[in-house]
């Protein structure tokens, strides 16, 4: 199994280039079962992830041809196959995001129920009341989501609560409805929006994306379409992350400040100088790293996926920093990683009590879930010392080349297989 040796103690220096962004990737490729004709999308981030995406699309029938500049193209134009079986969704619980497109398209869908994860219990309870609102049948049989309607009705949707991949898959099932659908608590998150703006490009009517009040009037079919996915805003915060930590000074190239603004916000507070323009991000770290407390909660507060990595940073940073975490349940599994390089970190509830200390030194550490091995790649560029990752496959799932990009901002990092 493939690891990463790193030998912390360098300032991150110099510019790298932002990838596209996973989590808007994963619903976009799905956004191409409701059209019969090609969806071409730019910009997409080379990930584990996105390859079992394409994966799961290509089994059901879908034509999917990769070109060599980040770019795909799917047409749905017969599917034979609309089954997301257990194999695929075990691995990556996004694959749900089939399960709105197939039943409005083809009026059938099978698809895994995804079970706990690392992260927390996850249930797609929301997804499923929503589709049953709009006049799907739904069984769960045999560990499967069964769904069946003739044609989806348009409906008035009010989520229990504010779900990503809950608000996507009802905005692209209510496209092909009939009638007007509107989803109330909406997530306002900028990947919600980008594919809104897909399923537009695509001849959708979708408004209202980014508030939490999203309108769809059903077409009856989409047509083809170009689309470039929007910059990956976790990437881009967990390099200013790394720089900040590690007293460095780097610019970002593809991506924008303005869908990052809580991050940038604490990153200010920790002492961090930053400056952007319409596609970049620098940030320039001089005096001292400063102990900044966050509350994870839907965006546009501070996001769950950067939670891990401001408690690596919070790690070495001066003073006591409170870290809670109110989306996932389970979402702390780095903390007993973090102590094993000698971070000093309590844990009350869902809150995390992180006492920065001198310096961490390099030691074994596991990777358990995506977020949690970049929070170990932070305190691996930040410790005296080797720290070796393992189960670096998490990292693969939402970092494209990331030892080619931190070798390229002067990090010692290698992976050895
Ligand atoms: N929830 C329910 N019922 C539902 C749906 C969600 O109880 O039907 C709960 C979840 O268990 C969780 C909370 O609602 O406690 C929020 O979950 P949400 O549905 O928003 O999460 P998601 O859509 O499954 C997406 C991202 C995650 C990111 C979260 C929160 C994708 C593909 N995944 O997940 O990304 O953490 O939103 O922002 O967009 C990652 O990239 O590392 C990652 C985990």
Redesign the pocket.
Known sequence: MDKLIIEGGVPLAGEVRISGA???T??ILCAAILSGEPLRVANVPHLR?VTTMLELLAQMGIGVSVDDKLGVELTAAALNNPVAPYDLVKT???S??VLGPLVARFGEARVSLPGGCA???????????ALQAMGATIDIEHGYMRAHAKRLKGARII??????????NIMMAATLADGETTIENA?R?P?VVDLANCLNAMGAQVSGAGTDTVRVIGVPRLKAANYRVMPDR?ETATFLAAAAATGGEIRLLDTSAGILEAVIEKLRDAGARIESGTDWISLSMSGVLRAVSVR?A??PAF???MQAQFMALNSVARGTALITET???N?FMHVQELRRLGAQIEVEGNTAVVTGVDHLDGATVMAT???ASASLVLAGLIARGETAIDRVYHLD??YEAIEEKLSKLGARIRRVH
């Open positions: 996973k989590n808007a994963l619903p992830d990556m619980r996004a749900v995001l992260i927390g219990l996850r249930p797609v309870d929301q997804h499923l009341k989520m229990d609560l504010v779900t990503v991949t809950g608000t996507e997530a998150e990947e976790i994870t839907p965006y996001p769950t996926d989306i996932f349940e979402r879930d995506l977020r799932r939402g």
